[in-house]
């Protein structure tokens, strides 16, 4: 169960964000790139985006690519309103699943901990 997920709903069209771009980050002094994705049908990675011994306590920062993803869904201004949601959030209990949903829409968002 030690494992870091995300999922992004676009409540623009009630849909799973499919094929939205996500980086995720460990942040100490550094802000270290640990791996970079693409979302599915669902919405979703494939697997975890850290698991096991390589998720630790810390912080750590999500970055999804909203503006891109909105570019082929929607007319949107030269510049568009949100560009890149940026989640940084502190894990306490690597041993833990942490999941970390993001719904999204050209012009709002939310998070959560979730299960």
């Known amino acids: 169960m030690?494992?870091?997920?995300?999922?992004?709903l676009d409540?623009?069209?009630?849909?799973?964000?499919?094929?939205m771009q996500v980086e995720v980050y460990f942040v100490s002094e550094k802000r270290e790139k640990i791996n970079s994705?693409?979302?599915n049908d669902n919405g979703r990675?494939?697997?975890?985006?850290?698991?096991?011994?390589?998720?630790k306590e810390g912080k750590y920062?999500?970055?999804?690519f909203?503006?891109?993803y909105f570019k082929k869904k929607t007319d949107l201004p030269r510049t568009p309103f949100l560009t890149e949601v940026v989640i940084r959030f502190g894990v306490s209990n690597p041993k833990e699943h942490y999941h970390v949903p993001l719904l999204v829409s050209p012009w709002s968002y939310s998070t959560y901990r979730g299960s």
Do not use: M, Q, R
């Open 61 to 64: 920062e999500f970055v999804f």
């Open 45 to 55: 990675s494939d697997t975890p985006l850290v698991e096991g011994s390589d998720f």
């Open 11 to 19: 409540t623009y069209s009630g849909k799973p964000a499919k094929g």
């Open 2 to 8: 030690t494992k870091l997920t995300t999922h992004c």
């Open 37 to 39: 994705i693409t979302l």
């Open 66 to 68: 909203v503006g891109n």
